[in-house]
C-alpha cells in the first residue's frame, strides 16, 4: 500500500516550526528553573537566618540580664560575708581583763608597762595611721564600727635583752600576729637607767 501525505506543505512546515518553538520553550524553561533554585534556596536560607536572628535577640537580651543580676547578687553575697567576717572578728577579742591577765603573765620582772591603748580600730586611742572608709551613696544610712588592730604598749625595760625577750614572748601567734618596735632607747630613771620602749602588736 502506498501512502498519500494529502496535507499541505505549508501546514507540515508550520506544525514542525511549532513542534521546535515548544521544544526550545521546554528547554528554556528547564534552564531557567535550574539556575533559580540556587538563587530560591539562598533567598530562603537568608530568611530563615534573619528569622532565627528575631527570635534569638530577646533570649540574648534575658541571658544579659540574667547575668547581670546574677552579678549583682554575687556583688551582695560577697558583701555580707565580709560583714560577717568583720563580726565575727569583734566578737572574737578578747575581753580586756583576760588580757591584760594574759600580758601580765607573759611579762619579765624586768619589764614593765606606763601605758596600753589600742590602735587601728575608730574610737578613742586610736592609731593616726588608721585610715577612714570612704563613704559612697550606697552606704548611705549604714554605720559600720571597725575593731580595734591592736594594741599600742609603752613602758621599761631594765636592758635590751629583757625588752626582746618580751617581744618574743608576745609574737607567738597566739596572742598577737605580729609585734612592733616603734622606739626604744635608754633613758635615765631615778637610781639609774633604763629602756624606754613603745611597742604596736598586731592580732
Known sequence: MIGVNVLPQSYVRARKRAARIRGWLIATVVVAVAFSFPMGFDAFKTASAASLEDELKPLRNRVANTKNRLGESLATVTDLRQRLSRADALRSKRP?????TTLTAKMPAEVWLTSLESIGGTGKGASRRAQPKQSTPEDKGTVELAG?????L?????????????????????????????????VPVADGTAVQFVLECAW
Not at 580595734?148 to 599600742?152: E, F, Y
Not at 625595760?157 to 597566739?174: I, K, P, Q, R, W
Open 96 to 100: 580586756w581583763k583576760n588580757l591584760l
Open 148 to 152: 580595734p588592730s591592736g594594741l599600742r
Open 154 to 186: 609603752t613602758g621599761y625595760a631594765l636592758g635590751h635583752e629583757h625588752l626582746y625577750s618580751f617581744m618574743g614572748t608576745l609574737n607567738d601567734g597566739v596572742l598577737f600576729n605580729r609585734v612592733d618596735m616603734v622606739k626604744a632607747g635608754r
